[in-house]
């Protein structure tokens, strides 16, 4: 079993809907979440980073993590075409430097 | 701050090749990383630095890998006898003195061996 699952997708919506995104975690060391977006052939790219459970908001994006339930969330409001790409769930735990990703879920906004 | 760069951004080579790839981290940066990326999966961490001290190596990092950072600025990634399943794009991270800092990536390089 992989620590960190992330269902791949591909996720398709129309332009406007709001999107959410999962990961699930096995390790109870993880202390550190984040979520990066990756278009094709390109690097990822940091969107959301946070270290305590609740949710954080940046513009359209919400991150939300519950460290009872080992479940973290990207919520994408008024999603737009540009907003395709796939996106990674990121988690390191204290003392480690190391990131553990998700495989990542395949978004694609259609307008 | 232009962020961090890897050259060369694709290479093809043949099997049994050697290759090389460089990491230009964001400047104020002292730590880096590398970590190696298949389709349909999210990256793997392969070995990080801090500073010139390589602190940490996967298990995925074979004997046919070696990764320096000699002077604590840029980055190597060597692959030696390449095989075919060394095909995959390889990522270059940075981040700083921060012990909360997170990691920036470059734009990778891609690596096709025939």
């Known amino acids: 079993q992989k620590e960190v699952e992330q269902d791949p997708g591909p996720l398709s919506v129309p332009e406007g809907a709001i999107v959410s995104l999962n990961c699930t975690y096995s390790?109870?060391?993880?202390?550190?979440f984040m979520w990066y977006r990756q278009y094709s052939r390109k690097g990822p790219e940091l969107l959301m980073y946070t270290y305590s459970s609740g949710n954080k908001e940046d513009g359209r994006f919400t991150a939300q993590v519950d460290k009872s339930s080992k479940y973290i969330s990207l919520f994408i409001r008024d999603s737009q075409p540009s907003d395709s790409a796939t996106y990674l769930c990121?988690?390191?735990?204290?003392?480690?430097?190391?990131?553990?990703f998700g495989s990542g879920t395949r978004l694609q906004v259609q307008p | 701050d232009t962020g961090v760069s890897q050259d060369p951004r694709h290479k093809i080579t043949k099997r049994g090749q050697n290759v090389t790839f460089r990491c230009d981290p964001i400047?104020?940066?002292?730590?880096l990383y590398w970590y190696r990326q298949t389709l349909g999966q999210g990256p793997e961490f392969l070995t990080y630095?801090?500073?010139?001290?390589?602190?940490?190596k996967s298990r995925l990092l074979s004997d046919r890998f070696s990764a320096e950072r000699p002077k604590g600025s840029f980055s190597t990634l060597e692959i030696q006898r390449t095989e075919q399943g060394d095909s995959a794009m390889y990522l270059c991270a940075s981040n700083g003195r921060g012990s909360t800092d997170t990691q920036y990536f470059g734009p990778g390089t891609r690596l096709t061996v025939l």
């Open positions: 990121a988690m390191e735990n204290t003392g480690r430097r190391a990131l553990t």
């Open positions: 400047s104020e940066h002292n730590r």
């Open positions: 630095f801090q500073n010139e001290a390589q602190l940490e």
């Open positions: 390790n109870s060391a993880f202390q550190y």
